[in-house]
């Protein structure tokens, strides 16, 4: 199984906080791997520092064995990282279909040239990426929303089309921050089924969250952070087992 | 009835003008939340780029609507340079800044502007040589001249052509984009840097364009041409909703007309106290009750989504 993401001893502090310490970890390639961990362990800083919204303040991430680069998060799209977040951000005033191809951007090359002469060719890659975005709003099952402002979409559909354009940019991983939070039983089963078919269709997927049942009957390998730090690695069973986990989750002054 | 007539049309015309020069404020507003009061030169330094090629060609035999076109094309390259130079050294050191920081920057360079442009072309007033036939058409009683028909015309398709851009097309989705959020927009692959490089471009051509047809029309240019023109075409983004491109095009031709109408009648509705040379004051006592009244303009509301 060949690795696609490697972290090594990534660091990031605020002020005095430690946010992450020393945290490596791997993720092969067609995997679901699950980031866990208390609030505050430092789950989102480590997605916030791997699509570039943060620099790192010590160690590497690795893509395919090449640094991600440094500077502005569309390179580290361009590269292959996309994700969703934990409090949505959908263009609001977009509609649904232009939010999807918002994220065709890095893969498209439409000129200023092309975008005001409007030649055949810019044409044609318009029309491609309208095809694909309406592809992909099939795909998460909300096409039939494809007209109507972001904003106006309901809570489980703006879930759903944030994966959208996030899958729009044609990731090798897609990190999924909490997508299922505020989701009832009958939407997170139905979002389990959609993530288990984009990893079925050749994309790694990182998650990000907090009910553990869907955790744990999802993921092939499961991190656990705590104060930043890399408490456990290992497949789910083992993970629910390890002592050190059950702690931080329960707390450790107690007993 | 025929004065009536004839201020519209002078004051669409002139709204016209108001309104390619305010989209240019707009699009940065909508992007950055700066407001570029430098942009005022940007059209200035378009209608004298325009007029010094236009007068190396006056004597040469070519009809006039080709020198025109020539001095319109000279003139586009230097604004976008100016626009994106201004954006480089300016702006964007500035892009975390508090606001008023940008604020007060773009008075300066606005005023870099004005006196790089006193180096080059002087202090005085420039006579814009005629180019087009100044026969007017008989439109109803009104008349409207070829210079005016053409400054619709073109007003006309370039905001035709800004909206299709913006609307229509992978530049313009990312430019939407951007305005919206652009820490969002980097993350799904845009590089937010180039668009507001290019937004500033394209607002410095439509300043160009601007330029250019306003000097033909009242046949003058200098160097502090850009400041009360500016000012106005602010007034007028404010008045649609500032950051709103529909909002630019209709505000600027409201207020052109106000100003037409406004001057066109004061004389006689104050019985001759004050005439038309209180034709500025139209614009600014607009700013102050859309600033009372409205704050956000007539087609505002992204302004909420933004404070």
Known sequence: ?255 | MEILLQQIVNGVVLGAVYALVALGYTMVYGILGLINFAHGEVVMVGALTALTAINLLVGSGLPGPVILLIGILAAAPVCLAVGYLMERIAYRPLRNAPRLAPLITAIGVSIILQYLAVLIWGRSYHAYPELLPTAPFDLFGARITPTQILILVLATLTMVGLLLLVHKTRLGRAMRATAENPGIARLMGVDTDRIVSITFMLGSVLGALAGVMVSVNYSIAHYQMGFILGLKAFTAAVLGGIGNLGGAMVGGILLGLIEALGSGYIGDLTGGVFGSNYRDVFAFFVLILVLIFRPSGLLGEKLADRA
């Open chain 1, 1 to 255: 199984m060949s690795v696609l993401l490697e972290a090594r001893h990534v660091g990031k502090c605020f002020g005095g906080i430690q946010a992450l310490q020393d945290v490596s970890l791997t993720i092969n390639v067609g995997e679901i791997y699950g980031l866990i961990g208390p609030n505050g362990a430092g789950k989102t800083t480590f997605f916030n520092v791997l699509t570039g919204l943060y620099p790192k303040d010590s160690g590497a991430i690795l893509l395919k064995g090449s640094p991600l680069p440094l500077g502005s998060p569309h390179l580290v799209a361009e590269a292959g990282i996309a994700r969703t977040f934990q409090n949505i951000r959908l263009f609001a005033n977009m509609t649904a279909l232009e939010n999807v191809m918002v994220g065709r951007h890095a893969r498209t090359r439409a000129s200023v040239i092309g975008a005001v002469l409007h030649d055949r060719r810019t044409r044609a890659e318009e029309s491609a990426i309208e095809q694909r975005a309406i592809q992909l709003l099939h795909y998460v099952g909300i096409a039939d929303r494809a007209n109507d402002l972001a904003r106006h979409l309901p809570y489980g559909d703006q879930r759903r089309l944030e994966i959208a354009r996030a899958l729009a940019t044609e990731p090798a991983l897609l990190a999924l921050d909490e997508p299922a939070a505020g989701m009832n039983a009958t939407e997170t089963a139905a979002l389990r089924t959609l993530i288990d078919g984009i990893r079925v269709d050749g994309i790694t997927v990182l998650l990000i969250e907090h009910d553990v049942k869907l955790v744990m009957g999802l993921c092939d390998r499961v991190a656990v952070l705590d104060y930043g730090e890399k408490i456990a690695e290992d497949i789910p069973e083992r993970v629910q087992s390890n002592p050190k986990v059950i702690e931080a989750y329960l707390g450790g002054g107690i007993g």
